[in-house]
């Protein structure tokens, strides 16, 4: 198993999938550290508000970091989505995993060890990225989320999710049909969560339904909406209102049963792969 986990990074690197996703990485958190150096000037130089009700440098912090995390997920994403789209149908058309699926190596193992290995890679790169944005929210204006964990596990399960339904879409999809599919669900489960903002904004209990079920199917838009959540778990008063008024508003909280049904979803997703992998002829 570890040799199939080895040679699937080997692929990757081949493919230069490490220098883009790093070379993305570095851009974003230098463009991150620039914006919110800037945005936490001018919110010195505006002085404080007129009332106290609320806390602006909580608002401006938290709204910021939810960007950033939003940013991580995405990032994550994208590594997911390239460590895994050619994982079975891409390799067989190169003609890569037909000598690997002989005994004693066989499907099963090839396709757990090719998630594990990406699940290896996408779950540390998640948290850094995550922590990173942290730091830098903490550096440059003083705000520090009320819970770090919590949301670090969240973001990298989020794109655990993202890691299995690529490897799924592998069996039957070549590698750019099942990229643009993946990014296509991804992009879905996005519209959710916006969408669910949009019905809590309208008092919409259909709306709010309808996107709640959605992100439900979509399990790292929900994941992702829990972590937003937990950052300001303990945030009170007209500053939790305003927050959840302004474009952080896609948090929400997800609970036990969320863990339990994202558990069961990879359980899924994964025994769906592996029983489409056995049945297929390469």
């Not at 990757?12 to 958190?29: D, K």
């Not at 003083?142 to 655990?160: F, I, K, M, Q």
């Not at 079920?213 to 929900?222: D, G, K, M, R, Y």
Request: glycine share 12%; proline share 4%.
């Amino acid at each position: 198993m570890t040799a199939i986990v080895v040679y699937g990074l080997q692929e990757a690197l081949r493919r230069r999938i490490f220098a883009v996703v790093v070379l993305l990485t570095a851009v974003f958190l230098f463009l991150f550290w620039l914006g919110t150096h800037y945005l936490f000037a001018d919110l010195e130089s505006l002085g404080p508000p007129p009332t106290n009700a609320i806390d602006t440098r909580t608002l401006a912090g938290a709204t910021v970091l939810g960007l950033g995390m939003f940013a991580t997920l995405f990032l994550g994403a994208v590594l997911a989505v390239f460590l895994t789209i050619g994982v079975v149908r891409g390799d067989a058309e190169r003609g890569l995993l037909q000598p690997l699926v002989v005994r004693p190596v066989g499907r099963t193992t090839l396709l757990l060890s090719r998630f594990l290995g990406s699940v290896a890679v996408c779950v540390p790169y998640t948290v850094i990225v995550f922590f990173g944005a942290v730091l830098i929210v903490g550096g440059n204006g003083g705000y520090w989320p009320d819970r770090y964990a919590l949301p670090a596990v969240e973001l990298a399960a989020a794109v655990v999710v993202i890691a299995a339904i690529g490897i799924l879409g592998s069996v039957f999809l070549s590698s750019t049909a099942n990229g643009i599919a993946v990014f296509m669900f991804f992009g879905s489960g996005l519209v959710a969560g916006l969408l669910g903002q949009i019905g809590r904004g309208l008092n919409s209990e259909r709306i709010e339904r309808i996107a709640k079920v959605a992100s439900w199917l979509a399990p790292f838009e929900a994941l992702y909406q829990d972590a937003l959540h937990a950052i300001t778990q303990n945030t009170v008063g007209f500053t939790r209102i305003a927050l959840e008024l302004g474009p952080f508003g896609g948090a929400e909280q997800g609970g036990l049963q969320l863990r339990v049904w994202t558990a069961a979803y990879l359980g899924v997703v994964g025994a769906g792969a592996l029983v489409a992998f056995v049945r297929r002829d390469l």
